[in-house]
């Protein structure tokens, strides 16, 4: 703990004590926001926005690293980001010059993807927030819902990658099958809809982000191509 006491110079015990307090207060928070999320994720969102913050992890943050962690799993594994994230592209029936132009525009959103993936985010919580309309949630609501779920998908989703070796589609796969269970679950509680409701509602806005991102992805590689041909 710092204290304002006329001292200029930093003390060894005043620094371990401030990074253990820190630690600890983030790694409560960690566990709580683990909990929240596996066992009751609505619920927990719901305490969330409702002002009970300093119990979890902000939901930026944890989305962030929970991200992060998927990839730097997904690169350990071997696997390649596009078809790991379910995304294809192909130009088999092209020319040369198209294929090449095709793989380094693969490899150029692959590089990207993290960040790509991450801004689409706000995407998916207008959609959400559309469709779940009459729940009376704010866009913010929504996003904080968004971060958490998207946080917790990429998070389960790393004990899938080893099976990639052997089933490419095994991480897009389950990452699509697990986001939409929990997301359904979730959206039931914090938005105060039926299972069935939900459901249809979130897949709804799941095809619509996708679709968004897929427009995102191309607004960005535009400017890159046009800048790599001149």
Same mark, same amino acid.
């Given at each position: 703990?710092? !204290? %304002?006491?006329? =001292?200029?110079?930093?003390?060894?015990?005043?620094?371990?004590?401030?990074?253990? !307090?820190?630690?600890?207060?983030?790694?409560?928070?960690?566990?709580?926001?683990?909990?929240?999320?596996?066992?009751?994720?609505?619920?927990?969102?719901?305490?969330?926005?409702?002002?009970?913050?300093? =119990?979890?992890?902000?939901?930026?943050?944890?989305?962030?690293?929970?991200?992060?962690?998927?990839?730097? /799993?997904?690169?350990?594994?071997?696997? %390649?980001?596009?078809?790991?994230?379910?995304?294809?592209?192909?130009?088999?029936? /092209?020319?040369?010059?198209?294929?090449?132009?095709?793989?380094?525009?693969?490899?150029?959103?692959?590089?990207?993807?993290?960040?790509? !993936?991450?801004?689409?985010?706000?995407?998916? +919580?207008?959609?959400?927030?559309?469709?779940?309309? =009459?729940?009376?949630?704010?866009?913010?609501?929504?996003?904080?819902?968004?971060?958490?779920?998207?946080?917790? &998908?990429?998070? +389960? @989703?790393?004990?899938?990658?080893?099976?990639?070796?052997?089933?490419? %589609?095994?991480?897009?796969?389950?990452?699509?099958?697990?986001?939409?269970?929990?997301?359904?679950? /979730?959206?039931? &509680?914090?938005?105060?809809?039926?299972?069935?409701?939900?459901?249809? =509602?979130?897949?709804?806005?799941?095809?619509?982000?996708?679709?968004?991102?897929?427009?995102?992805?191309?607004?960005?590689?535009?400017?890159?191509?046009?800048? &790599?041909? @001149?």
């Amino acid at each position: 703990m710092w !204290q %304002d006491n006329g =001292r200029l110079r930093l003390e060894a015990r005043g620094v371990l004590l401030d990074v253990l !307090q820190n630690f600890v207060g983030w790694n409560s928070a960690l566990v709580n926001t683990m909990r929240g999320l596996l066992t009751a994720p609505g619920q927990m969102v719901v305490e969330y926005v409702e002002g009970k913050r300093r =119990r979890y992890v902000n939901p930026a943050k944890f989305c962030l690293l929970s991200s992060a962690l998927w990839y730097l /799993a997904m690169n350990l594994g071997g696997l %390649d980001a596009l078809s790991a994230s379910g995304i294809r592209m192909t130009a088999t029936l /092209a020319s040369e010059e198209d294929k090449a132009l095709t793989a380094a525009l693969s490899a150029f959103i692959g590089r990207n993807l993290e960040l790509l !993936q991450y801004l689409s985010l706000p995407l998916l +919580a207008t959609y959400l927030r559309f469709t779940f309309r =009459r729940a009376g949630r704010n866009f913010a609501e929504c996003l904080v819902f968004v971060l958490y779920l998207f946080g917790l &998908r990429y998070l +389960a @989703s790393i004990p899938a990658i080893p099976f990639g070796a052997v089933w490419p %589609d095994a991480p897009a796969n389950f990452r699509v099958l697990f986001g939409t269970i929990w997301m359904t679950w /979730a959206a039931s &509680r914090f938005f105060g809809t039926t299972l069935w409701g939900s459901l249809w =509602r979130v897949m709804i806005s799941f095809v619509l982000h996708l679709l968004s991102t897929l427009v995102l992805f191309g607004l960005v590689a535009i400017p890159w191509f046009l800048l &790599r041909d @001149s």
